[in-house]
T-cell receptor, first 116, second 113 residues
Framework: DVKVTQSSRYLVKRTGEKVFLECVQD?????MFWYRQDPGLGLRLIYF???????EKGDIPEGYSVSREKKERFSLILESASTNQTSMYLC???????????????FGQGTRLTVV | KNQVEQSPQSLIILEGKNCTLQ??????????LRWYKQDTGRGPVSLTI?????NTKSNGRYTATLDADTKQSSLHITASQLSDSASYIC????????????FGTGTLLAVQP
């Protein structure tokens, strides 16, 4: 059974703290993604990585950074958490597209982050 | 602009009834479209994929259709169950090897007893 595992289901952090969200996949996928999901806005891409040590900014990268030192692990870092970063964070992975049928993204269970 | 739009935003139906969710896209070039189901507090899970050449595909009580000419897809749920209560998200990939995904904002379905 394929799996994308996020390190925490729920997190509460204080404003200004540095926050690490970890994601691990066991499918040997090249692509990994971090999204945030807010009511009425759907999923918005924060960062994308298509290979180890490679990253691309998504639609809303401000206030975030990422790290991909190993193929299976993709970390999202909130350098200084703010209340407007309270959200559901979803990690996903997928095979690099070579065949249109292989574009399924597999998602983790999500981390609900509250910044107080 | 590459976009995916879904309607309705939310829907309430009684258990046992049928419903249809809509997805319109402007993504080009187009290769496929996926429907995901997202239960409350969980990550989305793929229900079905529609490729360019497919018109209809069933997965149990879920039937997806695709009209590539009008750039529309629908997801029909038959004989709804309480467990169908979820958000249904339409997703279209765009781009070359980097596999960028364009997400709709989803339809929130509530099935009531």
């Amino acid at each position: 059974d394929v799996k994308v595992t996020q390190s925490s289901r729920y997190l509460v952090k204080r404003t200004g703290e540095k926050v690490f969200l970890e994601c691990v996949q066991d499918m040997d996928h090249e692509n990994m993604f971090w999204y945030r999901q807010d009511p009425g806005l759907g999923l918005r891409l924060i960062y994308f990585s298509y290979d180890v040590k490679m990253k691309e900014k998504g639609d809303i990268p401000e206030g975030y950074s990422v790290s991909r030192e190993k193929k299976e692990r993709f970390s999202l870092i909130l350098e200084s958490a703010s209340t407007n970063q309270t959200s559901m964070y979803l990690c996903a992975s997928s095979r690099r597209r070579g065949d249109s049928l292989n574009t399924e993204a597999f998602f983790g269970q999500g981390t609900r982050l509250t910044v107080v | 602009k590459n976009q995916v739009e879904q309607s309705p935003q939310s829907l309430i139906i009684l258990e046992g009834k049928n419903c249809t969710l809509q997805c319109n896209y402007t993504v080009s070039p187009f290769s496929n479209l996926r429907w995901y189901k997202q239960d409350t507090g969980r990550g989305p899970v793929s229900l079905t994929i529609m490729t360019f050449s497919e018109n209809t595909k069933s997965n149990g009580r879920y039937t997806a259709t695709l009209d590539a000419d009008t750039k529309q897809s629908s997801l029909h749920i038959t004989a709804s169950q309480l467990s169908d209560s979820a958000s249904y998200i339409c997703v279209v990939p765009w781009g070359g090897a980097t596999n960028k995904l364009i997400f709709g904002t989803g339809t929130l379905l509530a099935v009531q007893p």
